[in-house]
């Protein structure tokens, strides 16, 4: 009896461990090893609404830094729920507003349902990844990493840095 109980117990390991195994996440093509291959001047620049706040804190002109940062071309886009963010802020942020309505900056409409920014460019960046993405939220930037092949734009001590990027930028 002792030995039927053992060999039932090996045996659904065994079927969960080839359960497990068939389960493989689709890589894709664009990437070799960590070095995103779809990325490339002019860069598409996913805005979230802290950097645009933390951007006028610093007193940082953002079109122009970016381009200081990247020592290239960038469209910073904003999404839809950037936006409605930006307006349920308030009179307080209106300024954060008025820079993201710059004709300079793209505008992505969003088909999702709901206007919660950080799951909006995380689902963005993960179904397309040409974009890097600028925030200064913790939790965005740790989801963020967890996603191969997508650079995080950050502000460090009053200028733009960028990780995660193939060449050595900021």
């Given at each position: 009896a002792n030995q039927e109980k053992v060999a039932k117990a090996t045996e659904i390991a065994a079927k969960k461990k080839d359960e497990a195994q068939q389960h493989i996440t689709q890589v894709p093509t664009a990437m070799f090893f960590q070095y995103n291959t779809q990325l490339g001047p002019p860069y598409h620049v996913l805005v979230d609404t802290n950097f645009i706040n933390f951007s006028i804190k610093n007193k940082l002109e953002i079109y122009k830094s970016m381009m200081d940062c990247l020592l290239a071309k960038c469209i910073p886009c904003i999404t839809d729920c950037v936006m409605a963010e930006l307006e349920k802020?308030?009179?307080k942020y209106?300024?954060?507003l008025r820079l993201a309505k710059d004709p300079r900056f793209d505008r992505i409409p969003c088909s999702h349902s709901?206007?919660?920014a950080d799951d909006?460019?995380?689902q963005r960046c993960q179904q397309h990844r040409c974009y890097i993405v600028a925030t200064c939220d913790k939790d965005l930037k740790r989801k963020i990493r967890k996603i191969p092949g997508v650079p995080i734009m950050y502000i460090n001590s009053r200028k733009f840095s960028i990780e995660r990027m193939p060449e050595a930028f900021g």
């Amino acid at each position: 009896a002792n030995q039927e109980k053992v060999a039932k117990a090996t045996e659904i390991a065994a079927k969960k461990k080839d359960e497990a195994q068939q389960h493989i996440t689709q890589v894709p093509t664009a990437m070799f090893f960590q070095y995103n291959t779809q990325l490339g001047p002019p860069y598409h620049v996913l805005v979230d609404t802290n950097f645009i706040n933390f951007s006028i804190k610093n007193k940082l002109e953002i079109y122009k830094s970016m381009m200081d940062c990247l020592l290239a071309k960038c469209i910073p886009c904003i999404t839809d729920c950037v936006m409605a963010e930006l307006e349920k802020l308030g009179s307080k942020y209106r300024l954060a507003l008025r820079l993201a309505k710059d004709p300079r900056f793209d505008r992505i409409p969003c088909s999702h349902s709901g206007t919660y920014a950080d799951d909006c460019l995380l689902q963005r960046c993960q179904q397309h990844r040409c974009y890097i993405v600028a925030t200064c939220d913790k939790d965005l930037k740790r989801k963020i990493r967890k996603i191969p092949g997508v650079p995080i734009m950050y502000i460090n001590s009053r200028k733009f840095s960028i990780e995660r990027m193939p060449e050595a930028f900021g």
